[in-house]
């Protein structure tokens, strides 16, 4: 694949270092029961796992309730930017600074730098930064 935009990976969201969130199990709950098809289960006081259908990916996630982390399973930048803009930057508090990465972003070392999504923006701009994210940090696979 050629064009690093339409790559699927893992998403990490997470606050930024200096605005740290903490939502509920409760609260994280109560926004997924929205979700057609949406299951959940909560791992002892840890972690939410849960899923739904985000446009033609069955997303799988889960919720780190001590850190505020969000994973997103394996997506591509399109529908992270969906699931981002209808679902969970809705929960945050308004003026929170979101930071994310990529597993590529990782294995391609970029683990230690955080990346912006605009928070309050709308899905074009989510979007936009998703993709150059994966622009930036992806190194095409060579065939096997």
Same mark, same amino acid.
């Given at each position: 694949?050629?064009?690093?935009? @339409?790559?699927?990976?893992? =998403?990490?969201?997470?606050? #930024?270092?200096?605005?740290? =969130?903490?939502?509920? #199990?409760?609260? %994280?709950?109560? +926004?997924?029961?929205? @979700?057609?098809?949406? &299951? /959940?289960?909560?791992?002892?006081?840890?972690?939410?796992?849960?899923?739904?259908?985000?446009?033609?990916?069955?997303?799988? $996630?889960?919720?780190? *309730?001590?850190?505020?982390?969000? /994973?997103?399973g394996?997506t591509? #930048?399109?529908?992270?930017?969906? *699931?981002?803009?209808?679902?969970? *930057?809705?929960?945050?508090?308004?003026? !929170?600074?979101?930071?994310?990465?990529?597993?590529?972003? %990782?294995?391609? $070392?970029?683990?230690?730098?955080?990346?912006?999504?605009?928070?309050? #923006? $709308?899905?074009?701009?989510?979007?936009? +930064?998703? !993709?150059d &994210? *994966?622009?930036?940090? =992806?190194?095409?696979?060579?065939?096997?």
């Amino acid at each position: 694949m050629s064009d690093p935009t @339409r790559y699927a990976t893992r =998403w990490f969201i997470s606050p #930024a270092r200096d605005q740290p =969130w903490i939502m509920t #199990a409760d609260a %994280v709950i109560a +926004a997924i029961a929205d @979700r057609p098809g949406a &299951h /959940h289960k909560q791992r002892d006081d840890a972690q939410i796992n849960f899923g739904f259908r985000v446009q033609e990916w069955p997303f799988q $996630g889960f919720y780190e *309730l001590d850190t505020g982390t969000l /994973h997103i399973g394996t997506t591509d #930048a399109r529908a992270a930017a969906e *699931l981002l803009t209808t679902w969970f *930057l809705p929960l945050l508090p308004k003026d !929170t600074h979101v930071v994310f990465n990529t597993e590529d972003g %990782v294995e391609n $070392g970029y683990g230690d730098i955080d990346f912006d999504i605009p928070r309050n #923006a $709308g899905l074009g701009p989510v979007y936009r +930064a998703l !993709t150059d &994210h *994966l622009t930036r940090v =992806w190194t095409p696979r060579e065939p096997s």
